[in-house]
């Protein structure tokens, strides 16, 4: 299969085009900010690093993430566990890893920028207050929650369903409130609008800024409208 990314694509089209990238190129210490214009064999070479290996994980990396979203199931037929088990693997698991990474990205174009360009200010607000809320619901969701449907579907206990079921109206609470913020920093940054010659860090943070509300979008629908309507469903009989 021919890759999608060579050693001439330079470093910084590879995270325009892939922004999940940026994190494995953090890993390797190669520089797709200031020096994101030239190609990613010359930034390898100058770490002496394996160049076929970090090609082939970039490339691979890629198939896997464009599968992944390819990959059709009807959550609404399988077990409880088996859609439990993706939202943490897939969409807790983005979240734990480009959490932390956007931080340091908007804290970054805020202090460059922010003189220039007020708007940051808020980014920088709404984007922390988005992190705090979210990490918190992450931790509720698999420590209290989760562990709670589980033990339903292996016990059929009506405690357990109640339980879960109850909780259900503060998590929509949670993800409305998400919901929110996304709407805010879309509407602060003009549809994530990139000010002329914005440089790659400032692109790579709306961009990465843009994936997250994809997948934050997808993550809440299985939620909202495929794992509590069946409980709430089971509930009522």
């Known amino acids: 299969m021919e890759a999608l990314f060579d050693r001439n694509t330079k470093t910084g089209d590879i995270v325009t085009r892939f922004p999940r990238a940026s994190q494995l190129l953090k890993e390797y210490r190669i520089d797709f900010c200031c020096g994101g214009n030239r190609p990613i064999a010359e930034a390898i070479e100058e770490q002496n690093l394996n160049e076929e290996e970090i090609l082939t994980k970039i490339n691979t990396l890629y198939r896997e993430t464009k599968a992944l979203n390819e990959k059709e199931t009807d959550w609404s037929q399988v077990p409880y566990s088996q859609l439990i088990n993706y939202v943490i693997d897939t969409h807790h698991a983005y979240l734990n890893e480009v959490l932390p990474e956007l931080s ?18 808020q980014v920088h607000q709404l984007f922390h207050q988005l992190k705090a809320e979210l990490e918190h619901h992450l931790i509720q ?97």
């Open 104 to 121: 340091g990205f908007v804290t970054k174009v805020y202090r460059v920028h922010g003189v220039h360009h007020p708007e940051l200010a």
């Open 141 to 237: 969701e698999e420590e209290q929650i989760f562990p709670k449907i589980t033990a339903y579907e292996k016990t059929n206990s009506e405690q357990h369903l109640t339980e879960a079921v109850q909780a259900i109206d503060i998590l929509e609470q949670e993800h409305e409130a998400a919901g929110n913020i996304l709407k805010e920093l879309r509407k602060v940054t003009n549809d994530y609008d990139l000010p002329e010659g914005a440089c790659t860090t400032y692109t790579l943070t709306y961009l990465k800024l843009d994936e997250l509300e994809s997948d934050l979008f997808q993550h809440i629908h299985l939620e909202n409208n495929i794992l509590f309507p069946r409980l709430e469903a089971e509930a009522k009989r």
